[in-house]
């Protein structure tokens, strides 16, 4: 069960620094070719993209991010309490 909810923390502290990268990448001319840009963009798109269809850019910035980072700190605490009420 540790291993689970430790594997679990992990998954979501990646997915967490990846979404910062690519908020930072945001900033600065980031090659679009670069494999690791590339990589970076096929992890968060499936996550960031949803967001984005519902939450339009309000004056050039992009809150799609902010809203992901909060909806994974939920879904990522639901999934430990349902494995700690097992």
């Known amino acids: 069960m540790l291993f ?3 594997l679990i923390n992990v998954l979501f ?6 979404i ?3 908020v930072i990448l945001s900033w600065v001319r980031a ?3 670069n494999p690791l840009v590339r990589i970076l963009y096929q992890i968060t798109e ?3 993209a949803p967001f984005r269809r519902v939450i339009p850019p309000t ?3 992009d809150f799609s ?5 909060f909806v994974l700190e939920v879904l990522r605490r639901l999934l430990i309490s349902i494995l700690l009420s097992l």
């Open 4 to 6: 689970l909810i430790n």
């Open 13 to 18: 502290s990646a997915l967490n620094l990846a």
């Open 20 to 22: 910062l990268a690519r």
């Open 31 to 33: 090659d679009p070719y």
């Open 46 to 48: 499936p996550i960031l």
């Open 59 to 61: 004056a050039g910035l």
């Open 65 to 69: 991010p902010i809203v992901a980072f």
